[in-house]
């Protein structure tokens, strides 16, 4: 289910029908991130006894990827127009 959302937020961003495959790493970074993350959805930071762990936002999971998906988008209008006759 994890893998399925990070899939459908990513076609949602790169504006397409699937996930190239040379950016299927993107799926599987953010999938390990939100399961190691599983049962602290909720929180920001948790500190134990001088151990500290700090989350990323849910929505900024896309962030670290922008330039890639931006690059990616922007492949896919090379050599791309319209031609209208009159």
């Given at each position: 289910?994890?893998i399925e959302n990070i899939e459908s937020h990513l076609i949602y ?48 999971d896309f962030e670290p990827y922008q330039a890639i998906i931006d ?16």
């Amino acid at each position: 289910m994890i893998i399925e959302n990070i899939e459908s937020h990513l076609i949602y961003l790169l504006e397409k029908d699937n996930v190239p495959e040379r950016l299927k790493y993107i799926v599987v970074e953010i999938a390990v991130r939100r399961y190691n993350r599983l049962g602290s959805e909720g929180m920001q930071s948790d500190s134990v006894e001088g151990h500290s762990i700090t989350f990323y936002d849910l929505e900024k999971d896309f962030e670290p990827y922008q330039a890639i998906i931006d690059k990616e988008t922007k492949r896919e209008g090379i050599g791309r127009g319209k031609v209208m006759f009159f």
